[in-house]
């Protein structure tokens, strides 16, 4: 009899070649963890080849509510010989290594699950054995695995069925007779009825149901799947997905749909970005909103084109020539990713100007267990003003007290609409007098008032006299929350104070949290800590104490608590 895993919590890390089905497994095993009522957190780390190099799909998977992932390893499903090298120091004193039968590479010291894999199926799949090995081993049902299986090949592959649930039979009859350390994990505390849902694909859901009708890109990783989840629901959700020759075609196009009409969007990461700014400032002056959604990896240049960072913040929050005002949003986690696009795009309608989701390679990958997000009776964005509200001559930039101006849309009244990217008139003609200019550049700073009157505050969690206050934004907050968690268990008086609205900044908001603090420590995944600096600029209190991460990797909770140690 196999013992029950009394932690609460296993991580699973599949490991070996692009191309070895290491995807095919992960995904098929997520869903059943949370199909069987558990939390689970999944993080991708592949390399920049379609075949070959080293790759990863951790699932880190419990009966509590799991926020991050975690590094060290309790099951480690060897696809190739060299992920057990790889991987061999980060296991578990109750770890269990599944490798290939055949296998000749050594696991001194690792508890080894040899697995005859060709006598359970044919090569074609073995994954799917392996997948097989592994559900049974953490203790999930036989056939709610086998549903997950056939709802990811029954459309695409249906000849493949049959096969697949051979092989999948044929590893939970194998691993019926076999005594394993204790890596069952212990009944749910819920039932299913959750969904398995990554940062992008919420981040499109969001989009979609905030009345997204264009969006223009130019593939780059780890923003296309963005688009793609676009794509996917184009003719069900009446959306056109364009793909551009280029980042600057595909702002510029989406500009010209937002002034047409069509709430708009694009998707990219910072080399793409860069090619975009000129855009950005464009939006700025012909008053179109557009969210811009920048999904973040390491950079100079190309950097490491499939790894994560938050490394954009200051680039996102500077892009663009000239001033105009602008918000940035930072999900926190998955569930935020759908909420924050859907208010980024009200936001952008509302104060007509660009608006910026600023995510990164593990949220964009990172798949959750979350609650089916309620879409009835959403309100959708309704680009423009009703043409018969309006008499008199037409302004598009009219003056106002709040910097908005009244927006009618080119073509469907008999109001002429002018827009130029030149400095202009009220009416939208280009213009050279200087006073007109001054005017026009106070109007649309006026707006910024208006957005931070609806600045998201951070979300504070914790004592309110803490020892210790963490502060960090975007993506690291799950590890954080995590690793204040563990501080707490041991005595200590812990704060967090996680930002998901990075600009603009409210002091009121969050200052007198920081005052309080006996001290204060950011965490953030860049090397200069940005949104650090953002905060002194704003507020003039300075967070010395850093824990920066910036070697292609998320921030977990491991490595909070042990870059805490490092400056204290």
């Not at 920081?514 to 600096?533: D, I, P, S």
Request: proline share 5%; hydrophobic share 40%; aromatic share 6%.
């Amino acid at each position: 009899m196999r013992q029950e895993n009394t932690s609460g919590d296993v991580n699973i890390v599949i490991g070996g070649e692009a191309g070895q089905g290491l995807v095919t497994v992960g995904d098929i095993l997520s869903k059943t963890v949370v199909r069987a009522g558990y939390s689970m957190v999944v993080t991708q780390s592949y390399m920049s080849r379609i075949r070959g190099g080293h790759n990863t799909y951790c699932i880190r998977a419990g009966i509590d509510e799991l926020q991050a992932p975690r590094e060290s390893v309790d099951v480690l499903v060897a696809m190739n010989d060299e992920t057990v090298g790889l991987h061999r120091g980060e296991m578990t004193n109750r770890g269990c290594v599944i490798i290939d039968g055949k296998s000749k590479v050594s696991s001194d010291g690792l508890a080894r699950l040899a697995v005859p894999f060709s006598e359970l199926s044919d090569k074609r799949y073995f994954n799917i054995a392996a997948l097989g090995v592994v559900a049974s081993l953490i203790g999930l049902d036989e056939e709610l695995t086998a549903g997950a299986v056939d709802d990811a090949f029954g459309r695409k592959h249906p000849e493949s069925v049959e096969a697949n649930r051979a092989a999948l039979a044929k590893a939970y009859d194998w691993m019926k007779s076999r005594r394993l350390p204790g890596l069952v994990l212990p009944p749910p505390r819920r039932s299913g009825g959750r969904i398995v849902m990554n940062g992008n694909q919420a981040i499109a859901l969001g989009a979609l149901s905030a009345g997204v009708k264009f969006c223009a890109f130019y593939p780059m990783t780890p923003a296309t799947s963005i688009v793609l989840s676009l794509a996917a629901a184009d003719q069900r959700m009446g959306v056109v997905v364009e793909q551009a020759e280029d980042e600057i075609a595909a702002i510029n196009m989406a500009i010209g749909a937002s002034f047409a009409g069509a709430p708009s969007m694009v998707a990219t990461s910072g080399g793409g970005f860069a090619l975009m700014t000129e855009g950005v400032s464009l939006a700025g002056i012909t008053e179109t909103p557009i969210l811009i959604a920048v999904a973040m990896r390491p950079g100079p240049a190309t950097g490491l084109p499939t790894r994560t960072a938050q490394g954009d913040l200051e680039f996102v929050l500077h892009s663009g020539h000239g001033e105009f005002p602008r918000a940035v949003f930072a999900p926190c986690n998955v569930a935020e990713c759908f909420h924050l696009t859907r208010g980024a795009m009200k936001l952008a309608e509302k104060y007509q100007s660009p608006v910026f989701i600023l995510t990164d390679q593990f949220m964009a990958d990172s798949s959750r267990a979350v609650e089916p997000f309620a879409l009835d009776g959403l309100d959708t964005v309704n680009p423009g003003a009703i043409p018969e509200s309006f008499n008199g001559l037409y302004k598009r930039y009219a003056l106002t007290q709040s910097g908005v101006s009244l927006r009618l849309l080119p073509g469907i009244s008999r109001n002429l609409v002018v827009a130029d990217s030149d400095e202009h008139t009220e009416e939208g003609h280009i213009t050279e007098d200087l006073a007109v200019r001054v005017a026009m550049a106070d109007k649309r700073s006026r707006k910024l008032g208006g957005i931070t009157s609806e600045v998201i505050p951070p979300q504070y969690v914790g004592d309110e006299t803490p020892e210790l206050l963490f502060v960090t934004w975007g993506s690291s907050s799950g590890s954080v929350l995590e690793a204040a968690e563990v501080l707490r268990a041991g005595g200590r008086k812990v704060g967090t104070l996680c930002f998901s609205q990075v600009w603009p900044l409210v002091p009121e908001q969050f200052v007198e949290r920081l005052e309080k603090a006996l001290r204060v420590v950011g965490v953030e995944g860049n090397a200069t800590g940005q949104f650090c600096r953002l905060i002194r600029r704003e507020t003039g209190f300075e967070i010395r104490d850093r824990v920066l991460r910036y070697d292609g990797l998320p921030v977990t909770p491991e490595f909070v608590l042990a870059g805490l140690g490092k400056v204290d």
